[in-house]
Nanobody, 126 residues
Framework: QVQLVESGGELVQAGDSLRLSCAAS????????MGWFRQAPGKEREFVAN????????YHADSVKGRFTISRDNAKNTMYLQMNSLRPEDTAVYYC???????????????????WGQGTQVTVSS
């Protein structure tokens, strides 16, 4: 079991920066891949970025590459999403998720992640 709690979402203006946090607890994370997804009203949940906890390898969606950066702090069991140059189209509920070893579904599909946080709202005004 992995428990995830997101924080950091708020209302900001276009061009601003924001950092989201995801605190993880439960099982060891050494073999886990953690990810960020987002879901805007009326749209499907969308992959944002993921990180292999043990090695720190990262992968970012093209829509956020160069603006968002995923990272983690092993000592704090916390994952982050640094979001710069925010745009109104980044407005969504942001979720963190954990993918267990052996999952066969694509790394960018929400169906490949077994554990989810409750989400944190990010609103970017123009």
């Amino acid at each position: 079991q992995v428990q995830l709690v997101e924080s950091g979402g708020e209302l900001v203006q276009a061009g601003d920066s924001l950092r989201l946090s995801c605190a993880a607890s439960g099982r060891t994370l050494s073999s886990v891949i953690m990810g960020w997804f987002r879901q805007a009203p009326g749209k499907e949940r969308e992959f944002v970025a993921n990180i292999r906890w043990s090695f720190g390898n990262t992968y970012h969606a093209d829509s956020v590459k160069g603006r968002f950066t995923i990272s983690r702090d092993n000592a704090k069991n916390t994952m982050y999403l640094q979001m710069n140059s925010l745009r109104p189209e980044d407005t969504a509920v942001y979720y963190c998720a954990a993918r267990l070893p052996g999952a066969s579904i694509s790394y960018t599909s929400p169906n490949g992640y077994a554990y989810w946080g409750q989400g944190t709202q990010v609103t970017v005004s123009s």
